[in-house]
């Protein structure tokens, strides 16, 4: 029998529900552990994921790596996927429209999944799901909202423009761990 988490990813695949479907080479679904505690939201695919079909396996991804392997985390323990799952047209932020058409898989990926501590990397997460702006003057806060606990960090491709975010994400990576620590004992 498939898993609930394996029909979203076949529902993704094909799915046309807004605009991004023209663009894409492959769509993204989120990728990781069902059973994760920590799971990661980013923006959208870029181009290394429209092509391999995998989220964060390009530049970003990379840097990515390097914070959780600070951190001590694995991938193979969480679980990454993305506001919406079709790469926009030159990397654009996503539009409302097609970040509300996305919403029910990404809806879905946490209801199935229940990590303990969702982790929002950047301002299109981060607005997308809470209403938020300013990341930067946001990153390492913790948000509960409807039964769902919430862990603000920057986007890791912001570190490509900007390089002292690394030791911010870095940092970030850290307390989400310690976070979960203090959460597990708890
Ligand atoms: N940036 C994102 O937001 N998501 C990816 O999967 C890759 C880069
Ligand atoms: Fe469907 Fe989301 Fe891709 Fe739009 S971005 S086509 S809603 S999977």
Do not use: W
């Given at each position: ?29 989120g990728k990781g552990n069902f059973n994760a505690d920590l ?62 058409a996305c919403q029910k898989y990404l809806k879905s990926e ?75 004992e708890g």
């Amino acid at each position: 029998m498939i898993s609930k988490i394996e029909k979203i990813r076949q529902q993704v695949i094909v799915c046309k529900k807004c605009e991004l479907c023209k663009y894409r080479t492959n769509a993204v679904p989120g990728k990781g552990n069902f059973n994760a505690d920590l799971f990661f939201i980013g923006e959208a695919p870029g181009r290394s994921e429209d092509r391999l079909g995998e989220p964060f396996v390009g530049v970003a991804g990379k840097k990515l790596s390097i914070a959780f392997e600070h951190a001590g985390i694995s991938r193979d323990e969480v679980y990454i996927t993305n506001v919406v799952k079709c790469r926009p047209p030159k990397n654009r932020v996503p539009k409302e429209d097609e970040e509300k058409a996305c919403q029910k898989y990404l809806k879905s990926e946490i209801d199935l999944i229940k990590p303990k501590i969702i982790c929002i990397m950047g301002n299109t997460a981060y607005r997308s799901l809470l209403g938020g702006n300013n990341i930067l003057k946001n990153r390492g806060k913790i948000i509960k909202k409807n039964g769902n606990l919430y862990f603000l960090s920057v986007h890791p491709a912001a570190i490509i423009y900007n390089q002292a975010l690394m030791s911010t994400l870095k940092k970030d990576m850290k307390s989400l761990v310690k976070t979960l620590n203090r959460l597990n004992e708890g």
